[in-house]
Every structure is written in structure tokens, then in C-alpha cells.
């Protein structure tokens, strides 16, 4: 099986304007769009365990020629400094076919600061509409091969503080190599 290429193809422009360019990821078996800037926000970034996310996922999805799956994902593998901000979340259908959201394993930070627990669905978190909307577009643009970084807010578990803001980049996993039924995330927090 041939390794994935990337290619980084222009945006349409009829204006002839200057725009950010389009990135992809062309996998034998799935073409993965980037958000416009994502790639260069991940290598100049100070905050270097994104470059290490993003390029553990890359390396793992270049070796296997393919969208890897969740058990080819080997913590053991994995930069040491990432697994505390690790989460690993299942897709699962509806009987109308709308997907729901499952946290299956979540690093230890996360769940030293966060309420949400292994076996809790994205929409049974305690949030107003907005972020709920938010949160699921994210994880519905991954579904969809989208990866984009969202920017967020949350309640603190600490009398510190209460509430803190944070980054989070979801990745997709398939164990068939093209239908995304998992997805690998890091979520880091600024002070």
C-alpha cells in the first residue's frame, strides 16, 4: 500500500485576493481537509505538544498508508509529555443515524480539572447552547475530516479558579481505515 502524500492545493479566489491557503491530507483512502492556517499554527506555536499531536497522528496515519484506528494508537509510542491532555472519544449512531459522542479514556489532567468522565456523551455535558454548538461542530467537522483548533472556556474544578481557557484538536480514528468511528483529541490549558 503507498504511503499518503500531502498536498497543499489554493483556495478559490475570484477576487484575486491574497487568502490563506487550503491544506489537505490525501490518505489512499480519505482526503482530510486542515483548517486554513492550522499547519503553521502547529509548527510555530510555543506550546510545542500540538507539533508532537499532530505528528504522532501523521506518522501513525502515513505508516499504516491509511485513517489509523484506535488500537493501532500505542500510548507507549506516544511523547510521554502528551498523555496527561490525551482523550480518546467513540462515535456511535442513533437508530436515525445521528451520531453521538463518547468519551472513552480521558489523560489525567483532564480529569483533574474537568467534570466530564469516561462513558459521559458530548451532549450530556452541562453547557449553555452556544458552547454546546460549538463543541459539537468540532467534533462533527472531524466526523466529517474537517480538523480544525477550537478556542474554549470552562468551569474550573478549583477554588482558584473558575473558569479557564483552553485549546482543544480532534484527530479521527477508523478501524476500517476510512469511516471515522473514533476520534484521538488534545486538549491543553492556558493559565
Known amino acids: 500500500m503507498s504511503k499518503p502524500d500531502i498536498a497543499v492545493h489554493p483556495l478559490d479566489n ?3 485576493d491574497i487568502e490563506p491557503r487550503a491544506d489537505f491530507i490525501d490518505l489512499s ?3 482530510i481537509s486542515l483548517e486554513p492556517g492550522l499547519r503553521g499554527f502547529l509548527a510555530e506555536a510555543t506550546e510545542r505538544r500540538w507539533q508532537l499531536f499532530f505528528d504522532y ?5 502515513t505508516s499504516v498508508g491509511r485513517l489509523p484506528g484506535r488500537r493501532e494508537v500505542d500510548p507507549v509510542q506516544m511523547p510521554r509529555k502528551l498523555l496527561p491532555n490525551i482523550f480518546l472519544t467513540d462515535v456511535l449512531h442513533e437508530a436515525d443515524g445521528r451520531p453521538r459522542f463518547r468519551f472513552r479514556l480521558l489523560g489525567q489532567e483532564i480529569v483533574d480539572y ?3 468522565r469516561p462513558g459521559q456523551y458530548l451532549d450530556e455535558l452541562v453547557l449553555c447552547p ?5 463543541f459539537e461542530a468540532q467534533y462533527l467537522d472531524c466526523l466529517n475530516l474537517h480538523l480544525r483548533l477550537r478556542a474554549g472556556t470552562l468551569r474550573w474544578r478549583s ?3 473558575s473558569v479557564i481557557a483552553y485549546d482543544v484538536l480532534l484527530l479521527p480514528l ?3 481505515g476510512r469511516e471515522v468511528n473514533a476520534m ?8
Do not use: F, M
Open 159 to 161: 477554588d482558584v479558579k
Open 174 to 176: 477508523a478501524c476500517d
Open 29 to 31: 483512502s480519505a482526503r
Open 130 to 134: 452556544e458552547q454546546h454548538a460549538l
Open 57 to 61: 497522528w501523521h506518522d501513525l496515519a
Open 14 to 16: 475570484p477576487e484575486g
Open 114 to 116: 474537568e467534570y466530564t
Open 184 to 191: 484521538i483529541g488534545l486538549a491543553i490549558y492556558r493559565n
